[in-house]
């Protein structure tokens, strides 16, 4: 039996989207306030994709910053995954786009679907490739174009969200390795498949004159449910990757970028003073599965992780899909 190859994140990095929609945009659109979107969720601003611009775009230039950060080239990745809910096209995969984009030449692609889980859900299957020795450097990245799925008549939701890209190369941990993947967990429950949901597009309800008439195409939530849901199980990912270390050990929790007040509660919950968070989500909104990468890549450049420390990162999102993952940085 061949022994578990031990995983490190080599590198990260990150894109945004130059085109800024502030609370004020927002509210020229949609009967909402700055205030009241400030007040309820933390956010101020979110970016957009320029016209033309999807998903794969987002995840090259992220890409290709983990790539640089990494010092690794693309031919040298041999596994590319994709978690995205928003792919250019149903079909093929965001990540064959990517990969052809990159010149990984040497790699296979696939995408992940877990919603805002995606980007743990990509880097957990990368970390079990390497793990497992079936893939040497993995791309894992997390990406959306949620602005095209937004009802701007549904103040409820229109205003959450944004688009953006993070990336993270995976290698066994002797090769340059910046953290060490320790711990990692991924649940469901799809009893819950429409507290966040879009009906249309799928081959259940596939794309009619009628289906775009009904405004089916765009992404329609169950706000408070999944707030009461999400500060439970933030709270709880976060005590079970920390089990077994101490308080003093934990650097950074990076968590999905849901809520600003959903995350103060779960911290509160924990017991946590909230400058252990990473939070950003006041110039992102929710960016769905770029939250996670692009909050980890900024928090490595700002030099919030010290050697020796731990990271916790933990997500949630429509499925229900949830992730947690213990990193030794
Ligand atoms: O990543 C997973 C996807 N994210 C989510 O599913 C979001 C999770 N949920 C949330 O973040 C919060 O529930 C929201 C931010 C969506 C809503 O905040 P809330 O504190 O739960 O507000 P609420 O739904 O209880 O609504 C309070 C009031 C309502 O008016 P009435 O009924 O009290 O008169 C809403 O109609 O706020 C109203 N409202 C708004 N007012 C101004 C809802 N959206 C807006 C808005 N601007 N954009």
Known sequence: MTSRVRVGIAGTGCYAPERVLTNQDCAKLVDTSDEWIVQRTGIRERRFAADGQATSDMCVRAARRALEAARVSPEEIDLVVVGTLTPDYLLPSCSCLVQNQLGCKNAGAFDVAAACTGFLTALHTGEAF???????????????????????????????????????????????????????????????????????????????????????????????DVFRFAVTKMAELIESMAEGHSYEEIGLIVPHQVNGRIIEAAMERVGWPLDKAMINIDRYGNTSAASVPIALDEAVRQGRLKPGQLLISVAFGAGLTWGGTLVRW
Request: proline letters at 3%; hydrophobic letters at 40%.
């Open 130 to 224: 390497i793990a497992a020795g079936r893939a040497k450097r993995v791309l894992v990245i997390g990406a959306e174009t949620l602005s095209r799925f937004l009802d701007w008549e549904d103040r409820t939701s229109c205003i959450l969200f944004g688009d953006g890209a993070g990336a993270a190369v995976l290698v066994p941990l002797e090769e340059r390795a910046q953290g060490e993947i320790l711990k990692t967990t991924l649940g469901a429950d799809g009893s819950s498949f429409d507290l966040i949901h879009m009906r249309g597009g799928g081959s259940l309800v596939p794309p009619t004159h009628d289906s775009v008439d009904r405004k089916e195409h765009f992404i329609r939530l169950k706000g408070r």
